[in-house]
């Protein structure tokens, strides 16, 4: 069974920086395009960031230039830097998979909080 485990999340104050991490298992990770993505009180789940296999980023609009993806094939990781956080990015954050074959995976999700 496929495992993808997020952690990181927490609360942080506004301008503040968190990194989340999924944690993959039981998978062949490097073929996987990984994405985060995130979903508010109320609202739909939304695409954050993602990376292919290839290392290639994709990023929302609205947080262009504040995070950034990575992976690391040999730990089965990815991660999300999240730099100047708003309170506009409190979310809950899930961990997605897709394989070139069109299976999709979620983790269970991590909670970000910004607030003073």
């Known amino acids: 069974q496929v495992q993808l485990v997020e952690s990181g999340g927490g609360l942080v104050q506004p301008g503040g920086s968190l990194r989340l991490s999924c944690a993959a298992s039981r998978m062949t990770f490097s073929i996987y395009r990984i994405s985060w993505f995130r979903q508010a009180p109320g609202k739909q789940r939304d695409l954050v960031a993602s990376?292919?296999?290839?290392?290639?980023?994709n990023y929302a609009d609205s947080v262009k230039g504040r995070f950034t993806i990575s992976r690391d094939n040999a730990r089965n990781t990815v991660y999300l830097q999240m730099n100047s956080l708003k309170p506009e990015d409190t979310a809950v954050y899930y961990c997605n998979a897709l394989n070139p074959g069109g299976v999709v995976y979620w983790g269970q999700g991590t909670q970000v909080t910004v607030s003073s």
């Open positions: 990376i292919t296999s290839g290392g290639i980023t």
